[in-house]
């Protein structure tokens, strides 16, 4: 306890908030500029919420922008400094909003977002002075919460398909042919094997490497690296750079004034222990980001095929799926015609519904009450959904029969099938 509430330098923590800020705004403009507002909130007439969230719907046009225009001010002030907590708790609660309205706009590194959002809101707000100083559980706290990404992501990838089959590497890297110089050494499989092994080793040590003195140099250097070349390699948004930006808590709290070569602060004997109820929020905090990783135990085959434990578990690049779902529709006559999921989803609602059966299930349901609401009757829908994952050949994920009440009656209807 003496140890975590020990004064420390907050230079580290400064440039962390400025840094993530400054991302964050980045990451609004890229919803302005390539048009995600509108492909994510306008266009579909069909959303995924979750489950308990079905009454989060999205602004009307004109809105979803001005919410977004306020999100980049919001993350300004973040990384300006200027009432951090109130900014803070306002960007992540209306970027956590934006991502409650449709469970296919999810992505790790939003998620993280929301829960560093959270953390700057809750922990003491840092600024340069020469008698600032922070307890020094708050850069264990960050710490803490970038370590778990890393570690609960290398413990995810020890599955026979990353380590025995090196997928999703092997067909990612095989895509990679065409780079200069090294890409016949990339689509090579020894290369996807060594990649994938290498990958697991550095996920579940590097949180370690970088709190260790002597290796932190060298741990922090791979660390940029690792994350440069998969944002080189692979199409996944601001993820390297918020988890490099994310490493610099590891760092010792002063470097940025070593660095700048700024006059140490002079800070004091002791600071005053968090409140009770602040104790009970982080051990709360603590508890619920390991225990929800592991909700469903260590990572299988059938997890990957049915996303069972997929969300908030740092799961990150263990599965490559895509797939095609099919719905008929079948009335009282008998009459059976088919539904595009094109005409409510857009493409990539209609990408990730595919291989996810819950989605299936949901977007069946969907179906169900705009046809009896378009007057269609009591009306059985089928949806029929194949999948394929990291290189095995395409299977049937979903056989669904969803009935309208009133259409139970009818003899000449077969039994529940599929799963």
Request: hydrophobic share 55%; net charge positive.
């Amino acid at each position: 306890m003496r140890r975590l509430l020990a004064p420390v330098d907050p230079a580290s923590l400064v440039v962390f908030r400025a840094a993530f800020g400054l991302l964050m705004f980045v990451l609004v403009v890229r919803y302005f500029a390539h048009g995600w507002i509108d492909a994510q909130f306008h266009e579909p007439s069909c959303f995924f919420p979750w489950p308990g969230f079905e009454w989060v719907r999205p602004w009307p046009r004109p809105w979803m922008h001005v919410h977004f225009a306020a999100l980049g001010a919001l993350a300004l002030l973040v990384a300006a400094g200027l009432c951090t907590r109130p900014a803070a708790l306002l960007f992540g609660a209306g970027f956590t909003y934006v991502h409650l309205v449709d469970r296919t706009n999810y992505l790790n590194h939003y998620y993280l977002a929301g829960l560093l959002c959270l953390l700057l809101a809750i922990a003491p707000p840092c600024r340069l002075g020469p008698r600032s100083a922070a307890p020094a559980w708050t850069v264990w706290l960050f710490r803490f919460q970038v370590g778990a990404v890393y570690f609960f992501a290398g413990l995810a990838k020890l599955q026979e398909d990353w380590l025995l089959r090196a997928q999703p590497l092997r067909l990612w890297l095989a895509h990679a042919a065409d780079v200069p110089l090294a890409g016949p050494l990339l689509a090579r499989p020894e290369t996807a094997a060594a990649f994938s092994w290498a990958g697991m080793l550095f996920d579940m040590a590097v949180p370690f490497l970088l709190l260790c003195r002597r290796t932190r140099a060298i741990a922090f250097a791979a660390l940029v690296a690792f994350h440069a070349v998969t944002a080189v390699l692979f199409p996944i948004g601001l993820f390297p750079w918020i988890m490099v930006v994310g490493a610099l808590v590891f760092l010792p709290p002063g470097w940025p004034r070593a660095w700048f070569r700024s006059p140490v602060p002079a800070l004091p004997a002791a600071l005053p222990p968090p409140r009770p109820a602040l104790r009970v929020l982080l051990g709360a905090w603590v508890l619920l980001q390991v225990a929800i990783p592991l909700r469903h135990g260590p990572v299988r085959t059938e997890q990957l095929w049915s996303e069972e434990g997929a969300h908030f578990s740092w799961r990150i690049m263990v599965a490559e799926k895509t797939g095609h779902a099919r719905f008929t529709a079948r009335d009282r006559a008998g009459r059976i015609w088919e539904l595009r999921a094109g005409d409510y989803l857009t493409p990539v609602q209609e990408h990730f519904m595919a291989f996810q059966p819950d989605l299936v299930r949901d977007f069946a349901r969907f179906l169900a009450r705009d046809l009896r609401g378009k007057g269609a009757g009591p009306v059985e829908i089928r949806a029929e959904a194949w999948a394929t994952m990291n290189g095995r050949p395409a299977r049937r994920l979903v056989d669904l029969v969803l009935r309208d009440p009133d259409f139970s009656t009818f003899s000449d209807i077969a039994g529940p099938r599929g799963s």
